[in-house]
């Protein structure tokens, strides 16, 4: 009786295992290829909405990549600013204003945005989780690694973050608001110097069915 | 066994008195922490303010508090959850540390009444164009989070500006919507309390209340916080003189018990003894208590050091009892010196009933009663109690030998004069000042903190404590609208740097007139709705997304505007209540200046701000409240000493004689003041109430030698009990000149060198008497 049991439990785990395992693999490896040295420099088109505005803005430049938490994001159009984050400190430099300063606990958005960018161009599993529920997502369009917030302070901020991309390439981070009907969609590398950005968006951004 | 049973008898009626009066005492006697009274009366407006501005002016209210030991985002999370944690806690009218978030609702409802910026620009299409611009690129920014919430109702974020313009002087730098020092070591908050500075237990209350909630946030994380202040140095002060007074009132107690133990060698003596002590402080708060009801901690502490001289009458009877001797008869004997020495004291306080300060007269009616209670027991009812055994001291075998060593060769009148001489020289020639001017000299807070606190105020740009300038006006209303008048020049002082920065209360809440005027120049609904559509032309915003703007707006129009005053939801924050407040005949409007450099501008700018305005340097006037107090209290001394002299003289019948036992207390009273004068002490009001309880002391031992005359066995047993006496006034003074508080060390240095001259010199009474009696 005991041994038909315990095969039957065995059975189970047998049954799950490979499926979970794959899972956990496929993440790991997945991070595996995403790890790049810095520094690094990739260009990003952002596009933003807001429950205030009729239509979608559209801002463009490079983000710097310095190391794990130490990141530029440098505007180019249509205006300058340079926001220069380093651990939790966030600067924005705008011409002819006073540099606002700012930690990234009380941006939430921007927060969990950035670790989640940091962690994936450092392979940083570990602290990703720290932060982070991740689901992997595979499709025919290519890969989609979804990130929801563990702590409630952040959570009651952002919905969630989406990041999609094909290979080893991240093509898109999706970064949904509570409320405000705020959405922030990062579009990177090649896609994002696209002339047709918003196309680039429209098939690289939407969340995989 | 009769004798015994009525001694029991009388000793139980004494202690049901001393019972009853107690229970009186406690039920009716308010203890009052107010420093104030022990300030004398203002006699000009500008010392009005001085004492209002030290106890309730806008600085004495401040807390200056800073975190430090962590990093910063967690100092800063610290910081806000602190404010969080005492928002509405009742010991404090508000805490702040530059965040956004603190701004109280009325502040965002009033906000276009408020907001200076309204009188720089109208609220027409081209602002609001230039508005919804910089917005976009906020909204694009990573500050988005931040500011996108305050959008919709206030795309001019007005209420930003409100806050940077409260900002205190010099805005410390801002990390995590948090303020912080240069160094960003230190988050730095500043709290106002509802406890005037100079109330001792309502600051401890905000400070337990900031340090547990501060223990909550810290545990673990090796953060510390410091707080500092004058609410927090009077908090600390009250602690440590009350830790100090306890630790060296024990070991006092306990080596005069020993003392009288090793004296009289019997237990029952050391309870008799305490019973005119016991007697004299009780009657002294029920004497306090009747015309005052309420007494300060001061007075309380001094008086008990004061009335300590009632311990000195029954030793002298113990002293002079001895088998044989009627304990009546000793006390009717002993009665005319001691009734002079009584006398003669309470004249000395009788200087302090007319300072004109509250406290020195509490203290004065307190010490009088109490010595006056003591006297009169010793001599009516410790005789009636004090039955049994006593050994004749002066067949101590120990005397004998002690009066060799103590024989003095007498001093001659010339000796005196040379004495007196040398002393007056010393005290007049020795360098440094020769009084203390200057309150914050007592101040027994430590170096440390004192330094903490510069700093903090440095970096906080919080008001210096020491400028200030006082516009009166007949209402709120008229002085808000002359500080509006009196702005420009204001500004003008910091532009050319002759102050850091200005802090007065229109900052905060502009006059009614100003609020109407910017009321009246707010578009109407039509108006400002086209604006809102103009601006909005081609910007990529929904075409209702300003809605709540508009809504506003309107609202805003209607609004009565805020008056000074104002309760409930109206209630300008407390940050305005030091600023501008009521008192008699008016409102008087305070302007209180930061890193002052040239006070000279100050004045200049009072001549031309129009009538009613006035500079105050706080330290000056302070130091001239002082001196006029300290000039008040020598004149009614100079009074006291000539009464005194007269009851010395009347009680003794002879010129002679009462020369002979005034001048050795007054050749240590000069000898006293020229030891301090010599060691660079500047003398207070605590040195010269100390030279009064020492003369008195004095007076009480040469009264005792001048009175044994010749007999030797008297003379003995006078020298035992001032002997017992010296040795345990000495005892308690010498142990509070240990002390590390400057107000009880000076105290005690003044009073046991004043012991120590006075029964040196009393002791050559004796032998110029039995010359004199052999010539």
């Known amino acids: 009786m005991i041994s038909g049991r315990f095969s039957a439990a065995l059975w189970c785990v047998t049954l799950l295992a490979p499926a979970a395992a794959w899972s956990n693999d496929d993440l790991d490896s997945l991070l595996a290829t995403l790890v790049r040295e810095p520094p ?48 939790d400190d966030v600067r924005v430099l705008r011409a002819d204003r006073p540099i606002r300063r700012f930690s990234l606990r009380r941006a939430p958005e921007l927060g969990g945005l950035l670790t989640g960018f940091s962690a994936l161009l450092s392979g940083d599993r570990a602290a990703l989780e720290r932060e982070f529920e991740l689901a992997l997502a595979q499709g025919t369009g290519g890969w989609q690694l979804t990130l929801e917030p563990r702590n409630a302070r952040v959570r009651a901020r952002i919905a969630g973050i989406r990041v999609r991309g094909a290979g080893d390439a991240p093509l898109c981070i999706v970064t949904v608001a509570q409320s405000g009907g705020r959405t922030t969609e990062l579009l990177l590398g090649n896609a994002a110097t696209d002339p047709d950005a918003a196309g680039q968006r429209d098939r690289h951004c939407a969340a995989l069915p | ?71 910063q985002t967690t100092l800063a999370e610290a910081s806000h959850s602190l404010i969080e944690g005492l928002r509405d806690h009742p010991s404090f009218r508000g805490i702040h540390n530059g965040a956004t978030t603190t701004i109280p609702e009325v502040v965002t409802r009033y906000r276009y009444l408020l907001s200076p910026a309204m009188d720089q620009r109208p609220l027409d299409a081209t602002t609001l164009r230039a508005a919804l611009n910089d917005r976009l690129q906020d909204l694009l920014s990573p500050a988005a989070p931040l500011i996108e919430p305050l959008m919709a109702s206030d795309p001019t974020l007005e209420v930003l500006s409100i806050a940077e313009s409260w900002a205190p002087f010099r805005s410390p730098q801002i990390i995590d919507d948090a303020w912080f020092d240069t160094a960003g070591e230190r988050a730095l908050l500043v709290a106002q309390t509802r406890a005037a500075g100079f109330d001792p237990d309502g600051q401890q209350q905000a400070f337990s209340a900031l340090e547990s909630e501060f ?74 208590s009747l015309l005052y009801g309420e007494v300060h901690g001061i007075t309380l502490a001094f008086g008990f050091t004061l009335i300590g001289v009632a311990q000195d009458y029954p030793i002298h009877l113990f002293s002079h009892q001895h088998r044989g001797l009627d304990p009546f008869a000793n006390a009717r004997k002993l009665w005319p010196t001691l009734a002079t020495g009584v006398a003669s004291t309470c004249i000395a306080y009788l200087a302090f009933l007319t300072s004109g300060v509250t406290g020195l007269a509490q203290l004065a009616w307190f010490t009088i009663a109490g010595l006056a209670v003591a006297g009169l027991t010793t001599r009516y009812l410790l005789p009636r109690v004090a039955g049994g055994e006593f050994d004749d001291t002066a067949e101590a075998r120990y005397l004998d030998r002690i009066e060799t060593v103590l024989t003095l060769p007498a001093l001659r009148p010339l000796a005196y004069a040379i004495a007196a001489g040398a002393c007056l020289a010393a005290i007049f020639l020795a360098r440094g000042a020769f009084w203390e001017n200057d309150l914050g000299a007592l101040t027994p807070v430590p170096r440390e903190l004192l330094a903490e606190d510069a700093a903090l105020r440095r970096e906080l740009g919080a008001p210096d404590a020491r400028y200030l300038a006082v516009i009166t006006a007949e209402s709120a209303e008229r002085a808000l609208e002359r500080l509006e008048a009196a702005a420009p020049g204001l500004d003008r002082l910091v532009a050319e740097g002759a102050v850091a920065g200005v802090d007065h209360a229109a900052r905060y809440l502009p006059s009614m007139a100003k609020q109407r005027q910017r009321q009246s120049s707010l578009p109407d609904a039509a108006a400002l709705a086209e604006s809102l559509k103009r601006a ?21 129009r209607e609004l009565a505007p805020l008056e000074a005053g104002g309760a409930g939801d109206d209630a300008m924050p407390d940050l305005l209540q030091g600023l501008l407040h009521e008192r008699a005949g008016g409102w008087a409007a305070l302007v209180a200046f930061s890193g002052v450099k040239n006070a000279g501008r100050l004045d200049e700018w009072a001549a031309t701000a129009g009538g009613g305005t006035v500079v105050i340097d706080l330290k000056r006037e302070s130091a001239m409240l002082v001196i006029r107090q300290r000039s008040r209290i020598l004149a009614c001394l100079a009074i006291a000493a000539l009464l005194l002299v007269g009851v010395v003289r009347l009680s003794l019948g002879s010129t002679l004689r009462a020369v002979r036992v005034l001048a050795p207390m007054l050749l240590s009273t000069l000898a006293v003041l020229a030891v301090l004068r010599v060691a660079g002490q500047a003398l207070d009001l605590f040195h010269l109430i100390s030279l009064v309880l020492a003369a008195g002391l004095g007076l009480d031992y040469a009264l005792f030698f001048e009175r044994a005359g010749a007999d030797r066995k008297e003379r003995l ?59």
């Open chain 2, 1 to 71: 066994m009769t004798g015994a049973n009525r001694a029991a008898g009388w000793f139980v009626v004494w202690l049901l008195a001393l019972a009853l009066l107690y229970a009186h005492v406690a039920t009716h006697l308010r203890l009052s922490g107010d420093l104030r009274l022990f300030l004398p009366e203002p006699t000009t407006p500008e010392q009005g303010l001085v004492l209002e501005g030290i106890g309730e002016g806008p600085a004495s209210r401040l807390l200056l508090i800073a975190l430090t030991g962590a990093d």
């Open chain 2, 717 to 775: 047993r006078t020298l035992h009990g001032v002997l017992v006496c010296a040795l345990s006034t000495l005892l308690v003074f010498a142990l509070l000149s240990l002390s590390s508080i400057p107000v009880l060390r000076s105290i005690g240095t003044t009073v046991a060198l004043g012991v120590f001259f006075n029964f040196l010199l009393a002791l050559s009474l004796p032998r110029a008497e039995r010359k004199h009696a052999a010539a």
């Open chain 1, 40 to 87: 690094q420099s990739i260009a990003f088109t952002e596009f933003h909405s807001s429950a205030l505005l009729d239509r979608e803005l559209i801002v463009s430049g490079m983000l710097d990549y310095a190391g794990p938490r130490k990141l530029s994001r440098i505007v180019v159009a249509p205006y300058a600013e340079r926001t220069d984050i380093d651990g």
């Open chain 2, 215 to 288: 223990r909550k946030l810290a545990a673990g994380t090796g953060m510390r916080m410091i707080v500092t202040g004058p609410g927090r140095f009077s908090a600390l002060m009250k602690e440590r003189t009350q830790r100090e007074a306890t630790w060296l009132g024990s070991i006092a107690t306990a080596g005069l018990l020993l003392l009288l133990f090793v004296a009289y060698r019997k237990p029952r003596i050391l309870i008799l003894a305490a019973l005119p002590l016991a007697s004299a402080a009780l009657a002294g708060l029920a004497c306090v």
């Open chain 2, 536 to 556: 909005q032309q081609d910007l990529p915003y929904r075409a209702d997304a300003f809605a709540p703007f508009l809504a506003e707006v309107a609202r805003a």
